[in-house]
């Protein structure tokens, strides 16, 4: 009796860790999202992490050896995906503008109903990575990342139309209070290395 009581107390314990075992916060067991290889000068071997802690989600570059080369700002709070031709995806190594160094692209989301598109390219004189603006003309201002405030899980919020236009699902606001906002697309596209606002168009609704 006494090795049944025995066997059956380590059988709840096995069982009770693997049950609590799958309540831990993700980010604490695996704090990397996304990581992919990539080369830069023709030199293989640097890899880019997307990785989230408690202060929020980040961006890192490791050299051919390991060390860290570079490390963004806090982007975010969450995890986010965005839309490559047509493809979800979290993150992305792509030479947008045809220059033959590489283009880092990611998504993130943060309260209370918010996310961006953020893509860095490489400053080759400083062996670092900085942001793309998208700069918008018309409402005379410019910012390092594209902002949503019509989020979808899948991504399609945020959106590469091809390699170098983009469009963002979004409210557009009037400036008669008195008018209801309305949801539209926001396209911009990219001339050189930043984003410029090309046109934004309302969302076709079915009737």
Known sequence: ???????????????????????????????????????INEIEGFTAEKIINKEGVRIKVLDPQGKELWVSEILGDQEKKFFFNGQSSNMLIIDLNADKTPEIVTAVSYAPHNASLHVFTLDETRQK??????????????????VTDLVQEDGQDLAFIDNNRVRALGMLYPENEYSEAVASFFYYRLSGNAFAFECCEPVPVDN
């Open 129 to 146: 990575f900085r942001p793309m603006p998208f700069n918008n003309q018309q409402a005379n201002n410019s910012g390092d990342f594209l």
């Open 1 to 39: 009796m006494k090795n049944l009581k025995t066997a059956l107390l380590i059988l709840i314990v096995l069982v009770s860790t693997t049950l609590f075992a799958g309540l831990a916060v993700p980010e604490e067991l695996n704090p990397l999202l996304a990581s992919a290889k990539f080369a």
